[in-house]
């Protein structure tokens, strides 16, 4: 069964602290991407990968940079942890061919709190 | 920019039909899509519709598309409590898929 893995399911980080957020798809998919996830407002995205060593934008990058230095893991960077960052992340991964029946892989998330 | 929206909350007794319906902005959206969330979990996908049909069924689930109002709709029949979840729509949007605020579905026993 094909699988987005994140690392973590909880996390409670403290206000400046500089968090990391793992993702691994064991798909062998080119494209994987952040969301985070706030009640009444959706989805939204923060960045995507097509390759390696690649990154885009997505709508809401401030305060997030990312990192993609093998193709099956993509990591979101919080570089100073503030409350407004408290969410549901959430990790995707889709083919390459984007326009598919395919849509994304989604993975269980990770639930953030910054205190 | 591009959008797509969804009522927040859908009520239902068991046994009944749910329709969750949604509209979206870009008209040259190949594939529309719906997912699932249930509680604690990340997005399923549920089914999608290619955009030049203007229906496709899947056991109990229909999804509808009226591309001229741009308005996707998913139908379920016979709901049951394990449908309860969120359903998101989304539309894909130069190579990402933009998705809607979410729709919540409770299912009364």
């Known amino acids: 069964d094909v699988k987005v893995t994140q690392s973590s399911r909880y996390l409670v980080k403290r206000t400046g602290e500089k968090v990391f957020l793992e993702c691994v798809q064991d798909?062998?998919?080119?494209?994987m991407f952040w969301y985070r996830q706030d009640p009444g407002l959706g989805l939204r995205l923060i960045y995507f990968s097509y390759d390696v060593k690649m990154k885009e934008k997505g709508d809401i990058p401030e305060g997030y940079s990312v990192s993609r230095e093998k193709k099956e893991r993509f990591s979101l960077i919080l570089e100073s942890a503030s409350t407004n960052q408290t969410s549901m992340y959430l990790c995707a991964s889709s083919l390459e061919a984007v326009y598919s029946n395919y849509g994304y892989t989604f993975g269980s998330g990770t639930r953030l709190t910054v205190v | 920019g591009e959008d797509v929206e969804q009522s927040l909350f859908l009520s239902v007794r068991e046994g009944d039909s749910s329709v969750i319906n949604c509209t979206y902005t870009d008209s040259s959206s190949t594939y529309l899509y719906w997912y699932k969330q249930e509680p604690g979990a990340g997005l399923q996908l549920l089914t999608y519709?290619?955009?030049?049909?203007d229906m496709k069924q899947d056991q109990r689930l229909t999804v509808l598309l009226n591309k001229k109002d741009k308005h996707l709709s998913l139908r379920i029949a016979d709901t049951q409590t394990g449908d309860s979840a969120i359903y998101f729509c989304a539309e894909s949007y130069t190579g990402k898929l933009i998705f809607g605020q979410g729709t919540t579905l409770q299912v009364k026993p």
């Open positions: 798909m062998d998919h080119e494209n």
């Open positions: 519709i290619f955009s030049n049909m």
